[in-house]
Structures are given as structure tokens and as C-alpha cells.
């Protein structure tokens, strides 16, 4: 059914020849600022491994895995088609160079070591996991066939869809961000560059992933900061490396024009036509990528609690100041936000709706978590309900 829809999809003119899918949208608010053809069906390629990074971060983050631990590596994932690093049958790598070979080089060898190793030496089982968390973090148009994003007819997402799952990693882990900023990276000898070349060329930008096939083409996912404006493009299907770069540079930049921000646009080296709103939905709308997403309450506590009841060696991992009195492993975060001042401000709200001392918590990457620690899971149930019936986003977190 899905081979279907994309066949469909890509017999249509609809998109032009430069691209086929775009989108723009503010990664703190969850506003879309433009879209085109946003939820059409696309191959999305080693865009993939953002979901294969998402489950890696949760495995960190749950004590599951830590960045020094070693994976194995299997005759399967050695045997991946390139790109990747020729890992050899029986060798290790350790977790945290294994985030590196995906966020900066996407070594498909590197994608199918993470894969079997979460989750009991079967790709096609992580790929299973993979479909299943992005319809519990709300990507209704996305099915995983595999780790890497190698082709597959039936592994297909939309620009929606890639942009959720992309706030959804910048979310919930943020103290992982920093692995998609990674300009360069040596290992064994050998020195890898990141595929997105507007790390280098583009004012503010911060991460994120590129991807190719030749079904897929040219896909980006690329964010950028400037003062207190967080931005994140999309770009799926493009002709070549220049449009997918030139485009999404155009969007980040006309998303800052239009939130304020004066800086200078980056130099383009292809000419590509000019986004307008003939094709989209209009600049400035309403809509938002996701609602769950936009109120920083994506099902992470359901999603963590599905993959433990399908992990047999999970183990949660508890840190940080009960400030609840309490010394449970559960907690309740309300939020994540660029500015102290306003994590403050809704530490504030906290105290004054729910009458809970919550806590502001630095990750080191620009953003503040208001948690509150300490929780049974029962009481932070609880709370999370009381919160929802007085206004305030939250998710329970482990």
C-alpha cells in the first residue's frame, strides 16, 4: 500500500523539478511558518537515523546504554551497503563513536550495529520499534523498514513528519544535541565531514542530518539559532546538494525575517527559484507540526514504557534532586525552554497552580528543563493530570 502511494506520489508534477517537498517551522514553538507539500508521502532516507539516534538516546538516558560501553559487530552489519565505515565482522565500536558515524558520516554499518544491539540482534525488529514510537510521538505517516534508511518501497515519511521526529530528539534529549553539530570527526585514523555544508556557510547553524538515495534524492534536516530563535528546515527530494542546501537556507532565512531577527542570509551558489506561498499553506499560519509536540508533552513516559516491556535488560535510569520530598525514580517535566527567564516564569505557574516546587535545569545546550524529581510513578501521574486540568503542558519522564 505504502509502495503505492509513493509511486503515485512520484509520477506527480505538482512538485516542480527542484524539490518536492519543504517546511519551516520554529523548534520552541512548534509553528509552522511555511509548508509545501508537507505530508505527501517521500523516501526519506538516512534521515532515518534520526529515529535510530532518538532510541539510542533513550537507551542512554534509561541506563540501558552509556557512551563508553562497546557493541559488537555482527557478519550482517558489516556487510551493509555503503556508505559506512568497514567495520569488520566481530569487532567493537563504542556508543559514543558509533552516535558519530550517523550524525556526521551516516555509516549504514554503524545504523545496523545500533539496531541489533538495542534490540536482540534483529534490524528487522528495531525497524518494528521504530514504526511503533513514531506513532506513540505522533508521526502518523511514517513506516521504518529499516535502521539506516536504505532503500525500501514501504520505508516512507513526510516533511511533517521528519520535522516532528527532529523537535522530538531536540525535545527530550537535549543534552545530546551537541552530536548534530558535529562538523568533522576522526576515527581510526581516518577524518569523516558532515554532509551539511550549512555548518559551515549558514549564521546560527546548529545541526542536523542529510540524507540520499536515488529514489529518495536530496533530503535536509537543518537547524539554526539565532538570539532567542531556534529554526528548523526541511527539504526532501532535491535535485542535488546545492538545492537542498540553497532551499533550506532560504527558508531559515526568511523564517528569521519574518520572526525579527536581521541577520545577514547565507551566499548562494546555485540559482534556485524564490519559496512563495503559491504552492504552501500561508506564511505565518496556524497550524503547528504537531499539538502534542508544540506543548512539549510528546508521550515520552508511554513511549519509555513500551520499549522496557520490550527490552528485557531494561534498566531506568534515576539522576538528579528529589525536590518533592520523595526519592522515587519518576518525575514530571513542564516544559523546555531557550531562556532561563522563562523557565522561570513557568516555574512560577508551576508553584502557583499546582503548589509544587519544580526545579530549573540546565542541559548545557541552551535550553532549561522545569522537572520536578523524586516522584512514585503514581504521585507523578498525578501530577501530571492536575497539571493538564489547570493548563500546563507536562510529560512524565523516568
Not at 509545501?36 to 532518538?54: D, F, G, V
Not at 556557510?201 to 539554526?224: E, I
Amino acid at each position: 500500500m505504502f509502495a503505492f502511494f509513493i509511486a503515485c506520489m512520484l509520477c506527480s508534477t505538482a512538485y516542480g523539478a527542484q524539490y518536492r517537498a519543504a517546511l519551516v517551522a520554529d523548534m520552541d514553538t512548534g509553528r509552522v511558518l511555511y509548508q509545501e507539500n508537507a505530508t505527501q508521502l517521500n523516501y526519506p532516507a538516512s534521515l532515518t537515523k534520526i529515529m535510530t539516534l532518538y532510541l539510542t538516546f533513550d537507551a542512554l538516558e534509561h541506563g540501558r546504554l552509556a557512551l563508553d560501553d562497546y557493541l559488537i559487530v555482527s557478519a550482517s552489519a558489516a556487510n551493509a551497503e555503503p556508505v559506512k565505515l568497514g567495520l569488520v565482522a566481530g569487532s567493537k565500536i563504542r556508543v559514543e563513536d558509533a552516535i558519530k558515524a550517523l550524525a556526521v558520516y551516516s555509516a549504514n554499518d554503524v545504523a545496523r550495529v545500533l539496531a541489533e544491539n538495542l534490540k536482540g540482534g534483529q534490524e528487522e525488529s528495531f525497524a518494528d520499534l521504530m514504526t511503533r514510537v513514531a506513532r506513540q510521538i505522533g508521526l502518523t505517516n511514517t513506516n521504518f523498514a529499516n535502521s539506516s534508511g536504505l532503500p525500501n518501497d514501504d520505508h516512507l515519511s513526510t516533511a511533517r513528519d521528519i520535522a516532528l521526529l527532529s523537535m522530538a530528539v531536540y525535545k527530550h534529549f537535549p543534552q545530546y544535541w551537541h552530536f548534530f553539530g558535529i562538523k568533522s570527526w576522526t576515527y581510526n585514523g581516518k577524518t569523516y565531514t558532515n554532509g551539511n555544508r550549512l555548518l559551515t556557510s549558514f549564521n546560527g547553524c546548529d545541526g542536523m542530518k542529510t540524507g540520499y538515495t536515488k529514489k529518495s534524492k536530496y533530503s535536509l534536516v537543518a537547524t539554526a539559532h539565532r538570539g532567542n530563535t531556534h529554526l528548523m528546515s526541511v527539504v526532501l527530494g532535491a535535485e542535488n546538494k546545492d538545492v537542498r542546501a540553497n532551499v533550506a537556507a532560504q527558508m531559515l532565512n526568511r523564517g528569521f525575517t519574518m520572526l525579527g531577527d536581521g541577520s545577514a542570509p547565507v551566499i548562494r551558489t546555485t540559482p534556485v527559484p524564490p519559496i512563495d506561498s503559491t504552492h504552501g499553506q500561508p506564511i505565518l499560519s496556524d497550524n503547528v507540526v504537531d499539538a502534542a509536540y508544540v506543548s512539549d508533552t510528546a508521550p515520552v513516559s508511554s513511549f519509555s514504557s513500551a520499549y522496557n516491556a520490550a527490552t528485557s535488560n531494561a534498566m531506568p535510569k534515576y539522576t538528579g534532586a528529589a525536590v518533592s520530598g520523595g526519592s522515587g525514580g519518576a518525575g514530571v517535566q513542564f516544559g523546555a525552554f531557550s531562556s532561563e527567564s522563562a523557565a522561570r516564569t513557568q516555574v512560577a505557574n508551576v508553584k502557583n497552580k499546582l503548589g509544587v516546587n519544580a526545579v530549573v535545569e540546565p542541559t548545557g545546550t541552551g535550553l532549561y528543563r522545569v522537572r520536578v524529581y523524586g516522584l512514585s510513578e503514581s504521585a507523578a501521574g498525578q501530577l501530571k493530570s492536575s497539571a493538564t486540568a489547570n493548563g500546563i503542558d507536562s510529560y512524565v519522564f523516568h
